[in-house]
T-cell receptor, first 110, second 114 residues
Framework: EDQVTQSPEALRLQEGESSSLNCSYT??????LFWYRQDPGKGPEFLFT???AGEEKEKERLKATLTKKESFLHITAPKPEDSATYLC???????????FGKGTTLSVSS | KAGVTQTPRYLIKTRGQQVTLSCSPI?????VSWYQQTPGQGLQFLFE???????NKGNFPGRFSGRQFSNSRSEMNVSTLELGDSALYLC?????????????FGPGTRLTVT
């Protein structure tokens, strides 16, 4: 059964303190991995799609990387506005549904 | 370009009632997917529609159903509501023609069942 596991569940950082979030997956034939950001009471906001091992994508203070078994979301010098829940997801076998991890809730204090 | 819209944003229903939620996708997107989000289970896939046809279905009871109209707008219906149906219901749209499908989410409908 395809599974997505994210760690840690929660992460508290000081402003400027860089860190990484982990997303590990067990799927047969990865066809992409997605990262989303979700603020409380809102729908997930699309961040990145990674297609193959070794691929990297960046957006402001976020950089996502992908290996054959996991993906990392690196947050460099975070600011309080980066506080949110970060979700990763992979497509199911049909390719039309996303299987989500439980997310990492990031809190950045000034 | 306007994003995905969902109506209503909040609903309070009583156990045993039924409810209909609506979703309008991004213009040009032909695929609409529905997800249920709860604190315990996270985001779980309900079903996906493309060009008015259900292409994929998650592991939910038959009380959950949906449909898609010719303009790609979609509705989902939950009959005989149970307390456990209280959740944030999210709709996502995508082009639906090239896999993997980048899905863009709406703000969700918060359903509370009392």
């Amino acid at each position: 059964e395809d599974q997505v596991t994210q760690s840690p569940e929660a992460l508290r950082l000081q402003e400027g303190e860089s860190s990484s979030l982990n997303c590990s997956y067990t799927v047969s034939g990865l066809r992409g991995l997605f990262w989303y950001r979700q603020d409380p009471g809102k729908g997930p906001e699309f961040l990145f799609t990674l297609y193959s091992a070794g691929e990297e994508k960046e957006k402001e203070r976020l950089k996502a990387t992908l290996t054959k078994k996991e993906s990392f979301l690196h947050i460099t010098a975070p600011k309080p506005e980066d506080s949110a829940t970060y979700l990763c997801a992979v497509p199911d076998q049909a390719g039309t549904a996303l299987i989500f991890g439980k997310g990492t809730t990031l809190s950045v204090s000034s | 370009k306007a994003g995905v819209t969902q109506t209503p944003r909040y609903l309070i229903k009583t156990r045993g009632q039924q409810v209909t939620l609506s979703c309008s996708p991004i213009s040009g997107h032909r695929s609409v997917s529905w997800y249920q989000q709860t604190p315990g289970q996270g985001l779980q896939f309900l079903f996906e529609y493309f060009s008015e046809t259900q292409r994929n279905k998650g592991n939910f009871p038959g009380r959950f159903s949906g449909r898609q109209f010719s303009n790609s707008r979609s509705e989902m219906n939950v009959s005989t509501l149970e307390l456990g149906d209280s959740a944030l219901y999210l709709c996502a749209s995508s082009l639906g023609t090239v896999s993997p499908y980048e899905q863009y989410f709406g703000p969700g409908t918060r359903l509370t069942v009392t």
